[in-house]
Each structure stands twice: as C-alpha cells, then as structure tokens.
C-alpha cells in the first residue's frame, strides 16, 4: 500500500506541477513539509506515510474541482524583492570591482551579508525547523484570546477614566 501511495503522490505532484503549481505553494497549501515535497519529486523518498499521502491527495482532489489555481506560473519573488529592496534585484546581474579582490556577483555579496534570507530561487533556509502545525495554531489562538482578553480590560479602564 505504501509503494501504491508513493506512487500516486509522485504523480499528483507531477500533474500539479505540470499546471503551474510550485514545490513551495505545493507545500504551502498541503500542509506537508517543502523538503518531503522535494524528496518525493526528485524519487528520493522510499515510502510516504498515510497522513503525507492525504494531505497530498486532498489538495489534488481540490486543484482538480477548480476551488485552487496554481496563479501565475514562474512569478517567483527574489530575496531582494521580498526584502522590498527593488533595486537590489536589478543590480542582481551587475559585478562590482573590489581593492584587492576578483568580481562578485552582487547576489553573492547580499547573500553573505544576509545568510539568513532566503536563496534566490525561494527555496527554504537550510536551517529550517519542522514545526506541528496544530499545535502552532492552538498556541496562536491562545494568545489571540489572551490578548482580546486584554483589550476588553484596557477599552474599561479608558471608559472608567473619561467619565
């Protein structure tokens, strides 16, 4: 069953990816972590489990009954873009002479000066962490419901002060 579900993910992603969809907005809207999506594109996955195949399968299920489009294909936003920094990304193509040392490429230079944003390509930071998401969303709505907990008691005392 797990080589059948291997199987199937692969050609769901292969499908998905064949109309626009990339690996990161795959991932994104799955739910399934962007390196397991790239491992089982790329067949260095050996078996997928049931919850990956689900998720992966659901989202197929959603892209086929037209509630998801895959946008417009190859808009990928660089670091610098995404950094808000426009004129970063038209100088991307651009060397600079430096005393004493060869040409850079000015991507090379913004991608020593800033490790930790994210490659050119938008592929995710090696350093990346896998977090549960349902336990990152209960812990978001606790704290939405502490902090308008909060707000209610602050919006009282500006009440009782003005009277």
């Not at 038209?90 to 060869?102: L, M, S």
């Not at 419901?145 to 707000?151: E, S």
Request: charge should be positive; aromatic fraction near 2%.
């Amino acid at each position: 069953m797990s080589d059948d579900n291997l199987s199937l993910c692969i050609t769901h992603l292969q499908e998905m990816m064949a109309q626009g969809w990339t690996a990161a907005a795959i991932s994104r809207e799955s739910g399934v972590n962007q390196i397991t999506i790239g491992n089982i594109k790329n067949g260095k996955a050996s078996r997928v489990t049931d919850k990956v195949y689900r998720k992966i399968a659901d989202l197929k299920e959603r892209v086929d009954g037209g509630k998801l489009s895959a946008g417009k294909p190859g808009r990928k936003a660089g670091s610098a873009a995404v950094a808000g920094n426009e004129g970063a990304t038209r100088a991307a193509g651009r060397t600079a002479e430096q005393p004493g040392r060869a040409k850079q490429p000015v991507k090379a230079r913004q991608r020593a000066k800033n490790p930790d944003a994210l490659d050119v390509q938008g592929m995710i930071r090696t350093d990346y962490v896998p977090v549960d998401i349902g336990q990152l969303q209960g812990l978001i709505d606790g704290l939405i419901a502490r902090f308008a907990g909060a707000i209610e008691e602050l919006e009282q005392i500006r009440e009782q002060l003005r009277k």
